[in-house]
C-alpha cells in the first residue's frame, strides 16, 4: 500500500508555480466604472442637499481607499496603487457596489427605510460618519496647568499598561446623563442605563475581584456605551436641520431625473406598465410606482412613496429626535444638553374665544330650561321652576 502511495505521488509532475498573473479582465473593469457613475449620479438624485454631498463623497472615498494605500515612513507619504485584484477580493467589491446600488436606488424611488437610513448616515446617527463624530469626544480634556501635566505624568509612569482604562470626557459624560433621562424610542438603539461602570467587588468565590477583569469590565461598558450613545452636532448643522423639521426652512425640492441616451427595447415578458413607464424623465406616482416595484422585486413588501415636503419633514424630525446640541454653560461652567424636538401645535377650526364657543347656549340655564324673555327690555330671565315647562308648537 505504502509502495503504490510512494509511486503514485513520485510520477505526479509538479511544476513549480510563477507569480500570480493579474485577473482582472476588461469587463469587470468596465463594470467597476459603470457602478461608479451609476451610484454617484444616484446620489445626485436625494432630496436632501446635505445627503447628495456627503453620499457623493462616502462613495468617491470608498472607491479611493479601495484602489490605493497610504502609508508613511519615517515622516513622508507614500501612496501605493494596486495594480491588480484577485477574484475574490474583487468579486466582493462588485457585490457590495451593487447592494448599494439598489439600496440608493431605493431610496430615491421614496422607500421609508432605505431614505431614512441614508439621513441618519448624512447627519451622523449611523455609519462612519457618527464614529468621527464620537473619536472627536474621544480626545482628553486639555491641561489647563503644569501641575495637572506632573499628576498625569506620574500616572502614567507608575501604572502598567494593562491597567489604564479608558475614561469619559465631560462632553460624553454630559450627553451620556442626559441620554439617560431622555430615553427616546427614536434612538433604534438599546437604551442606556448606568452613567458609570458598576464593578463588582467581588467574584462569586467572594474574593477581591481581579485587578484584570476590573479593567477588561470597565473596557467592556466603555465600548458597549459608545456604541449607544448619541454624537452631538455642530450647532450650524443642528439649527439647519431643526428648520427643515419645523418646516420653517423651505425645502429645495426634488432634481430631476436624467433620462436614458438610449431607448431600451421592449423584452416579450414586459407588461404594458413597465413598457409605457420605463423611459419617463420625472417621478412615478405612488399607484404606477408600487406596479412596476412589484414587477421587478415581487419579494419585497414595502412600498414606494412620494417625496413632497410633508413626507421629508417626518423623516427629518425622527432624524431630528436623535441629534442633541451642546453649549457651555459659563455661569454653571458645565455643558448643556438640547435635544430635537418638533412641537407640534394643533390647528383649530374655530377661534377659542368664550362668547364663539359658548354663544349657541344663551337663554339656557344650568339645568337646561329656558330663561324667559322680556319683550322690553329684550332680555332674558330665569323661568319660574313652579311652571310647566313650554313646549314648542305643532
Keep these: 500500500m505504502r509502495r503504490g502511495v510512494t509511486r503514485y505521488l513520485s510520477s505526479l509532475q509538479l511544476k513549480p508555480q510563477g507569480p500570480l498573473q493579474p485577473t482582472t479582465t476588461i469587463n469587470d473593469r468596465r463594470e467597476t466604472i459603470l457602478l461608479y457613475r451609476a451610484l454617484l449620479r444616484q446620489c445626485t438624485y436625494l432630496p436632501d442637499s446635505a445627503a447628495r454631498k456627503y453620499m457623493w463623497s462616502h462613495v468617491v472615498d470608498r472607491f479611493h481607499a479601495y484602489y490605493t494605500r497610504v502609508t508613511t515612513r519615517g515622516g513622508r507619504t507614500f501612496i501605493r496603487k494596486d495594480k491588480a485584484l484577485d477574484d475574490k477580493r474583487l468579486s466582493g467589491a462588485l457585490k457590495d457596489a451593487r447592494k448599494s446600488l439598489k439600496y440608493l436606488q431605493r431610496a430615491n424611488d421614496g422607500h421609508i427605510q432605505n431614505l431614512r437610513t441614508v439621513l441618519d448616515m448624512t447627519y451622523g446617527r449611523a455609519g462612519k460618519r457618527r464614529r468621527q463624530l464620537l473619536s472627536q469626544l474621544q480626545a482628553p480634556d486639555p491641561l489647563v496647568d503644569d501641575a495637572s501635566v506632573a499628576v498625569l505624568s506620574a500616572q502614567l509612569s507608575t501604572t502598567p499598561r494593562i491597567k489604564r482604562v479608558p475614561e469619559l470626557t465631560d462632553e ?14 427614536q434612538f433604534d438603539r438599546p437604551p ?25 469590565f470597565i473596557k467592556a461598558w466603555y465600548a458597549k456605551t459608545l456604541d449607544r450613545l448619541m454624537p452631538p452636532l455642530e450647532a450650524v448643522e443642528w439649527d439647519r436641520l431643526q428648520g427643515l423639521a419645523a418646516g420653517s426652512l423651505r425645502w429645495d425640492g426634488l432634481v430631476p431625473q436624467r433620462k436614458l441616451g438610449t431607448t431600451q427595447a421592449r423584452d416579450a415578458g414586459d407588461s404594458f406598465y413597465t413598457v409605457a413607464l420605463r423611459d419617463l424623465p420625472h ?4 399607484s404606477t410606482a408600487r406596479i412596476v416595484e412589484k414587477e421587478k422585486h415581487p419579494e419585497i413588501s414595502s412600498r414606494p412613496h412620494i417625496l413632497t415636503s410633508r413626507f421629508m419633514r417626518r423623516l427629518w424630525s425622527n432624524v431630528f429626535q436623535k441629534c442633541p446640541r451642546l453649549d457651555w454653560n459659563n455661569e454653571r461652567k458645565k455643558w448643556d444638553v438640547t435635544w430635537g424636538n418638533v412641537q407640534k401645535q394643533a390647528q383649530l377650526a374655530i377661534n377659542p374665544q368664550k362668547e364663539l364657543l359658548f354663544g349657541a347656549f344663551d ?19 330665569l323661568a319660574d321652576p313652579t311652571q310647566q315647562s313650554i313646549k314648542s308648537p305643532n
Design 172 to 185: 460624553l459624560s454630559a450627553i451620556l446623563k442626559s441620554q439617560i433621562q431622555q430615553q427616546s424610542t
Design 192 to 216: 442606556l442605563k448606568e452613567s458609570a461602570p458598576k464593578v463588582p467587588a467581588v467574584n462569586i468565590w467572594h474574593r477581591k475581584f481581579p485587578e484584570k477583569r476590573r479593567v477588561n
Design 283 to 286: 417621478r412615478l406616482t405612488s
Design 363 to 381: 337663554g339656557v340655564d344650568e339645568h337646561g330650561q329656558l330663561h324667559q324673555r322680556d319683550v322690553e327690555s329684550d332680555s332674558y330671565s
